[in-house]
């Protein structure tokens, strides 16, 4: 097997049989590191998978785990975490061929003692985007590994929920809906 699309097939088989085993059905995915590849999108549908997180649209991040730019753009990458450079990232679910596209907005990197002076930025930040979100009846697809909250647990939980109290508000504000990558599944219009 040295075809990367007979890899990625064996990988479907084997995570829908492990569902298969633990009365599961997967219906979403994220691809490793990001890296979503046009020919392998087809093959999602014919697994049962009906919704993927696409890149944001941004030059910076289209191309997922893999920076442009080399050093200068994974620096500019990392400022835009603190700093809106490249935008809010809001964005729409996408249905093409019966696979829904529910493009990432901005991960949540994990608290960092090094950076804590920095914080309120991090935080105005992401709760602005939330707000555009909200606002325009856009998608903000926030998304972290739940390993990167293991150290400084109670710094990263402090923060996790100053973003769900402002949702909170949006909520009641604007009607913003907190969804699953899932709850996109058999979406018929964007």
């Given amino acids: 097997m040295s075809n990367?699309?007979?890899?990625?097939?064996a990988d479907l088989k084997t995570a829908n049989q492990i569902a298969l085993d633990l009365g599961v059905q997967f219906r979403s995915l994220v691809f490793p590191r990001n890296q979503v590849l046009d020919?392998?999108?087809?093959?999602?549908?014919?697994?049962?998978?009906?919704?993927?997180?696409?890149?944001?649209?941004?030059?910076?991040y289209r191309d997922g785990?893999?920076?442009p730019g080399g050093i200068a753009g994974r620096a500019m990458r990392f400022a835009d975490s603190w700093i809106p450079m490249t935008g809010a990232h809001i964005?729409?679910?996408?249905v093409v061929n019966g696979l829904t596209n529910v493009p990432a907005s901005l991960f949540l990197r994990p608290?960092?003692?090094?950076?804590?002076?920095?914080?309120?930025?991090?935080?105005i930040r992401l709760k602005q985007a939330m707000t555009?979100?909200?606002?325009?009846?856009?998608?903000?697809?926030?998304w972290?590994?739940?390993?990167?909250?293991?150290?400084?647990?109670?710094?990263?939980?402090?923060?996790?929920?100053?973003?769900?109290?402002?949702?909170?508000?949006?909520?009641?504000l604007y009607g913003?809906?907190?969804?699953?990558?899932?709850?996109?599944?058999?979406?018929?219009?964007v």
């Fill in 176 to 189: 913003m809906r907190s969804s699953s990558m899932g709850d996109f599944a058999q979406m018929e219009t």
């Fill in 39 to 60: 020919e392998f999108l087809p093959l999602l549908t014919k697994f049962g998978i009906q919704v993927y997180r696409g890149n944001p649209r941004h030059w910076l």
């Fill in 4 to 9: 990367p699309g007979e890899h990625f097939v």
């Fill in 111 to 123: 608290w960092a003692r090094r950076l804590s002076a920095f914080e309120p930025l991090r935080l």
């Fill in 144 to 172: 972290w590994h739940p390993h990167n909250f293991g150290v400084n647990l109670e710094q990263n939980l402090i923060v996790l929920e100053l973003l769900l109290q402002h949702y909170q508000t949006l909520e009641v």
């Fill in 91 to 94: 964005s729409y679910a996408e």
């Fill in 65 to 67: 785990h893999t920076t």
């Fill in 132 to 142: 555009m979100a909200a606002r325009s009846g856009g998608i903000f697809h926030l």
